[in-house]
């Protein structure tokens, strides 16, 4: 069975409610260790919030001297990698130098996914939060 349908089946199962809940404990340990990748970044990456004045954005594509920026709206998606790697799949905005942002020093929740178990299958996506710097847009004049 896959994560999906062991989180389908355990509110009613409590066989199936203890398998889940040691998934989500193992699923919690692959998270702090992607964490501590996320963490060593010292540049804007894919992940990233941007604050934009009222707007908040997410880094969507590192470009190497430029970052692309998603709003989200379209089922946008980051999955994050055993190594820190975020993948981005959805929508992109045009490219902005990566000069014009400033770290704003906060960090905040954002949504990403990984395989539960790292076991890449249909249906076994562990939907979760991690956390990533915030940066604000310096708006060109």
Not at 13 to 34: E, H, P, T, V
Not at 76 to 92: E, K, N, P, Q, R
Not at 121 to 126: I, P, R
């Amino acid at each position: 069975m896959n994560y999906q349908e062991f989180a389908g089946i355990a509110p009613y199962q409590s066989w199936a409610a203890a398998y889940k809940a040691k998934l989500d404990f193992d699923n919690g340990i692959l998270l702090a260790a992607r964490q501590k990748h996320l963490d060593a970044r010292t540049e804007i990456g894919v992940g990233d919030l941007v604050i934009d004045g009222k707007k908040t954005l997410r880094v969507a594509h590192d470009r190497g001297d430029s970052v692309q920026l998603t709003d989200g709206r379209f089922d946008a998606s980051f999955y994050l990698g055993d190594d820190g790697f975020v993948d981005f799949s959805g929508g992109l905005d045009p490219a902005i130098p990566k000069i014009r942002f400033a770290s704003t020093g906060e960090r905040r929740d954002a949504p990403v996914w990984f395989f539960s178990q790292n076991c890449a299958m249909a249906h076994n996506g562990y939907h979760t939060m991690a956390k990533f710097r915030v940066w604000s847009l310096i708006q060109a004049y």
